[in-house]
């Protein structure tokens, strides 16, 4: 049975990504998007050039409330995707995220609530509400850190501690998503993704690493490594997330309110030079030149998913490998310079 979805941020990254499965299946969606991420407009002219008139865009943001509440009467699931994303941007501008991060996703929760639809709700949360991490031991090997006490990751039981202003803007979010379900029956979902990346992401210094060092192999752009690069990530391909949003979205009224860590797990780990470097290297087919700078604030020396609730209880696994993956995002920024000039 076709639903009708609406997507905020849904030209950026995930959000494009995602609408193009939707519409590719026969789905009712709309795009609800302020057009002001970097690539978001090449992505959506993507979406009409594939879709043609299918496509449906609200310009709008998600801290305007009454041209959010309008957008979302009559949906049957909401996939909130909008947000800034950086620490960087967070610690520097901290009122600027509060509103969009925290207001934004108060706003997308009442405005469902008040719909009168009773939507599903995704939340697209993240890995930086469970903080620093200082307290969680770990170890320094050749070309990685690894965790001393979790060898299958940070499980969802882990005492929240936001740390930086974007895991407290992001955290909140995740909190008033999660307790919308309990207090107003919504049925919810909360998603606490790991590193995302894959074909559409126009990464940045800031925010969407693998991508951005991908886009700087390719364009003969400066990379700078924060810290010492032994840094460990579990990362996900887009293609697997989506995946998990399907499953989620299929469940949440029968468990509303669940919240679920999203990432590569263990077996999708990658420190994010002294590892990732060799990979791109041996793809771009050069000696990539890099600089240092000193640790940013609230980098987790490691961060890996325990994925293992969203087995049990999504049936989900991660299916494409950091090499794939990572050759696959290689392909699409090689094949598409005019984006990247």
């Known amino acids: ?4 979805y609406l997507v905020t ?6 959000g494009s990504n995602f609408v193009h499965r939707l519409l590719s299946r026969g789905e009712d969606v709309i795009i609800y998007d302020n057009l002001s991420r970097s690539g978001s407009r090449i992505n959506l002219k993507w979406l009409r050039e594939t879709f043609g008139e299918k496509v449906q865009l609200v310009q709008g943001d998600i801290r305007d409330f009454e041209k959010l509440a309008t957008a979302i009467r009559g949906v049957d699931v909401v996939t909130h995707l909008a947000a800034q994303v950086a620490v960087t941007t967070s610690v520097t501008n901290p009122r600027e995220d509060f509103e969009i991060n925290a207001l934004g996703t108060f706003n997308v929760v009442e405005a469902s609530r008040l719909s009168g639809s009773n939507p599903v709700i995704l939340y697209a949360s993240t890995n930086k509400v469970y903080g620093g991490m200082e307290e969680v031991r770990t170890r320094e090997m050749s070309t990685r850190y690894e965790y001393a006490d979790h060898p299958l990751g940070i499980p969802e039981t882990l005492g929240l501690d936001f740390h930086s202003p974007y895991g407290c803007s992001k955290g909140t979010g995740d909190q ?12 919810t979902v909360v998603l606490r993704q790991s590193c995302i ?8 210094e800031d925010q969407g690493w693998v991508a951005w060092f991908v ?11 924060y810290g010492d690069g032994k840094q460990v990530r ?20 029968e468990k509303p309110g669940r919240v679920i860590n999203v990432g590569g797990g263990p077996l999708n780990t990658i420190s994010i030079w002294h590892e990732f470097g060799p990979m791109l290297e041996e793809l771009a087919g050069r000696k990539l030149t890099v600089s240092r700078g000193e640790w940013r604030p609230g980098d987790q020396a490691v961060f890996i998913s325990d994925i293992r609730r969203a087995g049990k209880e999504l049936g989900w696994v991660p299916k494409i490998s950091p090499r794939e993956g990572i050759t696959r995002l290689f392909t699409w920024v090689s094949d598409h310079p005019e984006y990247f000039k």
């Open 234 to 253: 579990d990362i996900l391909y887009v293609e697997d997330l989506l995946n998990a949003y399907d499953l989620a979205i299929s469940q949440a009224k």
């Open 215 to 225: 886009i700087a192999a390719i364009t003969g752009r400066p990379i700078t490594i």
């Open 197 to 204: 990346y894959g074909p559409r992401q126009f990464g940045v």
């Open 176 to 187: 008033y998503v999660r307790d919308y379900a309990r207090i107003y029956n919504l049925p």
């Open 1 to 4: 049975m076709t639903k009708k």
């Open 9 to 14: 941020g849904g030209a950026g990254f995930i």
